[in-house]
């Protein structure tokens, strides 16, 4: 059974950060694209930013480029998302996601974690 377990989520001030983290059991894992999502209330879901499971690259969101950051740990078989400079735009359900895919204007996943609530506070 395929688990996407995540954690870190919760409310923080402007300004401020929050380190999600993403374990996973049932996978591979260093051979998978693993990835983070998120969605706002009445908003589409949203890439924000993936890491290769194959040469480790990662790419992220243009919007948040700036202030947040994958990465990963084979060993351990999870995916962080670090997120600095928070302000309240980027409140979301944050979602982690084992080998996303888009398809048209949707996105896809082979597994998809339950999505921690970050709220971030003016």
């Known amino acids: 059974q395929v688990q996407l377990v995540e954690a870190g989520g919760g409310l923080v001030q402007a300004g401020g950060s929050l380190r999600l983290s993403c374990a996973s059991s049932?996978?591979?894992?260093?051979?998978?694209?693993m990835a983070w999502f998120r969605q706002a209330p009445g908003k589409e879901r949203e890439f924000v930013a993936l890491?290769?499971?194959?040469?480790?690259?990662?790419y992220v969101a243009d919007s948040v480029a700036s202030r947040y950051t994958i990465s990963r740990d084979n060993a351990k078989s999870t995916v962080f998302l670090q997120m600095d400079n928070l302000n309240p735009e980027d409140t979301a359900v944050y979602y982690c996601?084992?080998?996303?895919?888009?398809?048209?204007?949707?996105?896809?996943?082979?597994?998809w974690g339950q999505g921690p609530q970050v709220t971030v506070s003016s």
């Open positions: 996601a084992a080998n996303p895919s888009k398809n048209g204007p949707t996105w896809r996943a082979q597994y």
């Open positions: 049932g996978i591979t894992f260093s051979n998978d694209n």
């Open positions: 890491t290769v499971g194959r040469g480790g690259n990662t």
